[in-house]
């Protein structure tokens, strides 16, 4: 199995990436870390904690991690996510309390072990991946790839030119895609045609295992917010489990490698990323960014693979 590190800010769209992530053989999921986003950093945690709680996965390893973005305050998204940042379903409370060490020192310490490279899967601000990167430049050389959920070459989500985890911590962005290391962009363009709709939520419920019914519920609470008539959406999209479904199964999407900068001064644009699909300035590529996806295909994986809770 593919060896990946989660880091998150659960979050509804985060919770669904880390079900799915932990349903599939072919990836083993090394330790599970959270960022501050969605909600504040201990909310973020304690989510995780209860979701590993749900699948019964007390043996992944949890840490915390930067209470805040690397030069600004904390943005949080609770319109979204609402009060605890999982509202909707019934979630256990923790059975477990995460490691004594810090988010970095954990990705650093299953890093260095692991025999084979580790590929980071970010589907939150990107703090925790910045100062992993700038504290242990010796385990560059150890990292596979970063496939993150972020960004957009058209239209933000947040601001009219950025996406929410890039705008909360631009300069950690900046420095992830300064890295030099390969990257996977999961942005609005791909995630927004990720819509689950409201028949691909009872396809889910009808799945006969409590996480499959969490699954439901926490889609229950994440349509409301995309309901509305201005985003011109038939359902809600599934931005962070696009990650996953990339590395099960990349035949789902079309990508293209671009030159992608991120906006940290803008006066309009701050969290922006600048992505040269055309290749417009002859700036080498950094980044594989993913343009579209099979709809179908991709809420078939997320069926199919809820019914391995059975
Ligand atoms: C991103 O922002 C968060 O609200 C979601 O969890 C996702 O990671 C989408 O812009
Ligand atoms: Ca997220």
């Known amino acids: 199995p593919r060896p990946i590190i989660l880091d998150c800010d659960p979050g509804h769209d985060d919770?669904?990436?880390?079900?799915?992530?932990?349903?599939?053989?072919?990836?083993?999921v090394l330790a599970v870390t959270t960022s501050a986003g969605n909600q504040t950093p201990d909310k973020t945690l304690n989510n995780a904690l209860r979701?590993?709680?749900?699948?019964?996965?007390h043996d992944i390893p949890v840490a915390g991690g930067a209470p805040k973005p690397l030069a600004r305050e904390l943005i949080i998204a609770d319109n979204v996510h609402g009060e605890s940042g999982l509202d909707g379903p019934k979630l256990p409370v923790p059975a477990f309390a995460p490691v004594?060490?810090?988010?970095?020192?954990?990705?650093a310490q299953k890093v260095r072990a692991c025999?084979?490279?580790?590929?980071?899967?970010?589907?939150?601000?990107?703090?925790?991946?910045?100062?992993f990167l700038s504290a242990h430049p010796e385990l560059h050389h150890k990292i596979d790839s970063i496939v993150l959920m972020g960004g957009a070459a058209g239209v933000g989500n947040w601001t009219p030119t950025a996406e929410f985890n890039i705008f909360v911590d631009p300069e950690a962005a900046d420095m992830v895609f300064k890295s030099?290391?390969?990257?996977?962009?999961?942005?609005?363009?791909?995630?927004?045609?990720?819509?689950?709709?409201?028949?691909?939520?009872?396809?889910?419920?009808?799945?006969d295992n409590p996480v499959a019914q969490c699954v439901a519920e926490l889609l229950d609470f994440f349509m409301i917010y995309h309901r509305d008539p201005k985003w011109g959406f038939s359902g809600a999209p599934l931005h962070d489990p696009c990650t996953i479904?990339?590395?099960?199964?990349?035949?789902?999407?079309?990508?293209?490698?671009?030159?992608?900068?991120?906006?940290t001064q803008g006066e309009h644009t701050q969290g922006m990323t600048v992505v040269d699909r055309y290749q417009l300035t002859g700036k080498p590529h950094n980044a594989r960014v993913l343009f579209d996806i099979d709809r179908e295909g991709f809420v078939a994986l997320i069926a199919q693979q809820l019914k391995h809770y059975q």
């Open 15 to 28: 919770a669904i990436s880390v079900i799915l992530a932990l349903s599939s053989d072919a990836l083993d």
């Open 115 to 131: 025999e084979q490279k580790v590929t980071l899967v970010p589907s939150g601000p990107l703090t925790n991946i910045a100062l």
């Open 100 to 107: 004594t060490q810090s988010a970095i020192e954990l990705m």
């Open 180 to 207: 030099g290391l390969p990257i996977v962009m999961c942005g609005l363009d791909v995630t927004h045609q990720a819509q689950i709709m409201d028949e691909d939520i009872e396809r889910i419920r009808a799945i």
């Open 51 to 57: 979701v590993l709680t749900l699948l019964g996965r």
């Open 245 to 263: 479904a990339w590395l099960l199964k990349p035949e789902l999407f079309t990508a293209v490698d671009c030159w992608v900068g991120v906006e």
